[in-house]
């Protein structure tokens, strides 16, 4: 049975900007009936919620504090569709010698943070005839990307986590999906001079991927191509990185 978005009940997290904000145009343009658009500052959520007020709902969420994880999911009653989208570069060299302190933020945000509201909402999940789980990683979790190379850490991680969670709820009808994106329009990558797909771009091409089944989903040319070396030969992958940057 393919996967329909129309009647849905989702939540966003980091859905104030950039790509959680490109799932909740492309969650109310095909018909989901409620989406929990999450951020910190609730405040920065009233352009979003005006997309359509009788369905997007404005909650706080920061995923690194667990209070907030539990009272949001003692708010939810239904769900099907969790994107865990909120993601942090505060990136450093891997050889850098406060490379932990960074290491250890990123994953706070990219994974740990993820992995406990997936956790505590997979009960809620479980009761949906057709659930997903979308995560997003990035092209830099393929393969580790030097310059920003604790940051590649936090995202191969999330890589792990994703093929770890798609084996343990392949009983249950939920779907685990990864999104792997390269440079995206956003304001994690103001500064990155290139051709840059739109966030809605990302969310589109994933959603398109669900409905067929495809739970591994590199959405632009970058990530296709990276992705492409990668299954050539891992260590190409890395060899192209490295001489990026
Ligand atoms: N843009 C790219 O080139 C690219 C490529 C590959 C993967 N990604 C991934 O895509 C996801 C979205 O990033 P983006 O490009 O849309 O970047 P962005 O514009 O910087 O947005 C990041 C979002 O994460 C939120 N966030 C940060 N820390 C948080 C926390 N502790 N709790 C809850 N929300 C938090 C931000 O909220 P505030 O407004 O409160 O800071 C913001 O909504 C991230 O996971 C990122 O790693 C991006």
Not at 36 to 48: E, G
Not at 103 to 130: C, D, H
Request: hydrophobic share 45%; glycine share 6%; net charge negative.
């Amino acid at each position: 049975m393919s996967f329909t978005l129309a009647g849905k009940i989702a939540l966003v997290t980091g859905a104030n900007r950039g790509i959680g904000e490109g799932f909740v145009q492309t969650l109310v343009k095909a018909g989901a009936k409620k989406i929990y658009a999450a951020a910190r500052d609730v405040s920065s959520l009233q352009s979003i919620v005006a997309l359509n007020p009788e369905v997007i709902e404005a909650v706080e969420l920061d995923v690194t504090k667990i209070e907030q994880i539990q009272g949001l999911v003692n708010h939810i009653p239904q769900l099907d569709i969790l994107v865990n989208n909120a993601g942090i570069i505060d990136s450093a060299l891997s050889s850098a010698l406060d490379a932990t302190e960074f290491a250890r933020q990123e994953m706070e945000v990219n994974l740990f943070g993820p992995m406990k509201l997936t956790s505590a909402l997979i009960p809620v999940l479980k009761q949906s005839p057709q659930a997903a789980i979308i995560n997003i990683s990035s092209i830099a979790g393929i393969s580790n990307f030097p310059s920003i190379g604790t940051y590649s850490i936090s995202k191969a991680a999330m890589h792990s986590y994703s093929e770890g969670l798609r084996a343990d709820l392949k009983q249950d009808a939920i779907a685990v999906m990864c999104v792997y994106p390269g440079p995206t329009d956003t304001r994690m990558a103001e500064g990155m001079e290139m051709d840059k797909p739109t966030p809605v771009s990302v969310s589109e091409k994933a959603f398109a991927a669900l409905s067929e089944g495809q739970l591994e989903v590199f959405p632009d040319d970058f990530a296709k191509q990276m992705y492409a070396t990668f299954l050539e030969s891992p260590v190409k992958l890395a060899q192209t990185f490295a001489q990026m940057g």
